[in-house]
């Protein structure tokens, strides 16, 4: 039976939604010459879906990723259920207003998933599900219902490879409890979809097992359908191509008529049919597309009754229902001050009243009854929470030679023979490179997550190997392919299971270090997001030495620096990676201060009190430990950023700050310099990242008023003569820790690698790139009085 209600909503979504975008461009008093934009088109099209979906056949434990461009309708809908004040519907695109497109952290309204990165809002919604039977494989899940994970995408998405990616690890995962919705308009930005897109989606989609459903026909034209002549109508609708009929839409009800006649015409039953409307219901029929029909895409919806992933294929047309449907440009168009005027008396929205939430609804009291009984909105927010997990002391006590990646195994390693909650809740994952950086151990203890048990089968056959691959509800490691996009879509959706599921999850991923570039895109999603991981890049830099330049990672600490959301740390020694692993388990479980309600205060930018996630920049290369250290100044200074390797002495007038693997070289050239020199200084940095985030909001806070805000590095540096030389040295961009001469005011010399590598020994390479310690030696030894000498100052 048909809901009477639906309609209504759908209407007054379309006209809230358009009058929200013409108000931003056209009323609202405007502080800059450019157009504000809004996307009208993109979101007519999906209001049926919109309201359908919502309205009919939500549950509270579901969760929708949203089309970047229907974000005003979403907008729209909040604001009509009461959750969203008018204010910020006033200011959408403006300072404190709603967002242009949706998200968690930025809006105040119940946001499941942040989009606007095309396609990489979908795809989070199938590691969503794998995450959502992760936790329900596990004896701490609690009872919890299963939700469907839900992507409103536009057929332009399809374009963006990530998709592809994603549908390839939802069939090795046995993808459930995942739905798309393709708004298949067939209009994108700059053209028009190629003919018979349709095919190759259900071919595509079937081959990994997803049930397609195509929503070809609304209600208005089943009925025709059924009419004495309707299947010639439907031939010549199946047969039209998507470009005359979105021109057709656009001109309207007397041009369809013209052009059906021209075609279909003195065939009796067909010309009946036709004349049997007048132009605007003819209009009204050809353009009722099952996308378009609120009614139909109800129906389809509740007919599914199994959880298998599902592809809706729902035809629309672009800018539905307003002056601009069909027009090719109507993707970043808007409707002019005119054709709104037009539109707002078609629509029976009184002049004063383009605000009311229910300015068109005959039975108001009705209305809202029926508004406050829709399931999906009953219980409120759906924001879940989770109580932070206490965190063991971690030690790792080394006195022999050993890397940071191998000290990052045995960290987990040493985690998964324990019983704590924290290893309980932790959750590895890898793109194929599980062994070969540092989970082997973890792995062969924890064991490999799948739905379905699958006995590793060299195990059963006597056939010796150090990994022991067994696939169990129980496992704690979810194995990815290679793709990097696909690992930082899981850690987001781990990482965001406490908010989407109720239970707090520790997802730590590792990849290796050059390859954060190809899923950058994905990475900064994620702490857009504020989805809480960790994630180790190793091996890192030249030090990688003998796999050659495409292995070799330069700029990803500038990356670490510069991504918001994202703690980035290198650490040299066993030590300092624990210490820092410690804090990290802690830190990515603090409240995130941000969500749903804007940015966090500025004092809190360093993210102490809101936390966020944790990059480790990890190396394979053994060095000598420095033996066991506990005291208070070490291990702060770790966290920090820096700590004293060597002080400084009263006089010194040259200081060694490095980062990472390139220790050994440091120590061997300040003993170098030492022997003319006294009081060198040796600075141990672990993150130019979080040196950096005190050092600027120290400025701010000094810029505020606060004479006494010291930072970290500030306090390090003071004590340091002013004509003391910094000599910088990194594997990586030098522009890492270039900045530090700038704290005090010394003179710097930046030394690291700005070009690809090659092959070769780490010694050829590091004197290839001078970061080795004989360079740096003598590029201090052409200081002259504390300056360098002309010509060789950085």
Known sequence: MTNPHLKTVEQRLLWLSHWMI????????????????????????MVSILTALYFTALRPQDRVAVKPHASPIFHAMQYLMGNLDRERMENFRGYGGVQSYPSRTKDVDDVDFSTGSVGLGVAVTAF???????????????????????ALMGDAELDEGNIYECLQEGWKHELRNCWWVIDYNRQSLDGVVREGLWSRIEAIFGAFGWDVVRVKYGALQRAAFAEPGGEALRQWIDACPNQLYSALTYQGGAVWRARLMDDLGDQGDVSALIGRRDDAELAALMENLGGNCVDTMAEVFASIDHDRPTCFLAYTVKGWGTPIAGHKDNHGGLMTKAQMAGWQVQMGVAQGQEWDRFATVRNVEGFKAYLASVPFFAKGTRRLHDGAIPVPGIELAVDREISTQTAFGKILDQLARGDSTLAERLVTTSPDVTGTTGLGPWVNRRKLFARNPLADT??????????????????????????????????????????????????????????????????????????????????????????????????????????????????????????????????????????????????????????????????TNPIEQPGRRHDQAFRQGAIDGAYWLRPPGPNCDVVIAYQGVVVPEAIRAAGMISEGRRDVGVLAVTSADRLNAGWTAAQRARARGNAAAR????????????DCTLVTVIDGHPATLSWLGAV???????????????????????????????????????LTAGRPIPGRAA
Not at 506 to 518: A, W
Not at 712 to 720: A, D, G, I, P
Not at 747 to 770: A, M, N
Request: proline share 5%; hydrophobic share 40%.
């Open 22 to 45: 013409h108000n931003a461009n056209h009323i609202r008093p405007k502080a800059d010459g450019i157009k504000v934009g809004g996307h009208q088109a993109s979101s007519a099209s």
């Open 128 to 150: 969503a599900s794998v995450i959502q039977d992760y936790v329900a494989a596990k004896p701490w899940a609690g009872n919890q219902p299963m939700g469907r994970m839900i």
């Open 458 to 619: 060299f195990r059963a056959e006597n056939i010796p190997s150090t990994a022991k691959w067994d696939f169990t509800p129980e496992g704690q490691h979810i194995e990815l392919g290679i793709a990097e996009m696909n690992l930082f879509l899981l850690l987001a959706a781990a990482g965001l299971s406490h908010s989407l599921f109720g239970r707090r999850l520790i997802p730590v991923g590792t990849l290796y270090d050059p390859f954060v570039c190809r899923g950058l895109d994905a990475l900064n999603y994620a702490c857009y997001q504020d989805a809480r991981f960790i994630v180790a890049g190793t091996p890192s830099g030249v030090t990688l030495a003998p796999e050659g330049g495409a292995h070799q990672s330069v700029g990803t600490p500038l990356i670490g620096m510069s991504q918001d959301g994202l703690a980035a740390f290198e650490p040299a020694f066993a030590d300092e990676l624990a210490v820092i692993m410690e804090w990290a388990f802690d830190y990515l479980q603090r409240d995130g201060g941000g969500e749903g309600g804007g940015d966090p205060d500025e004092r809190t930018w360093l993210r102490d009190q809101t936390g966020g996630s944790v990059y480790l920049r990890l190396s």
């Open 711 to 722: 930072s970290h590095v500030e306090t390090l540096l003071q004590s340091l003569p002013r």
């Open 744 to 782: 005090a005011g010394h003179c710097t010399i930046p030394l690291g690698v700005e070009h690809f590598g090659q092959t070769g020994s780490i010694g050829d390479l590091y004197r290839h790139f001078g970061i080795d310690a004989d360079t740096i030696a003598r590029r201090v030894g052409g």
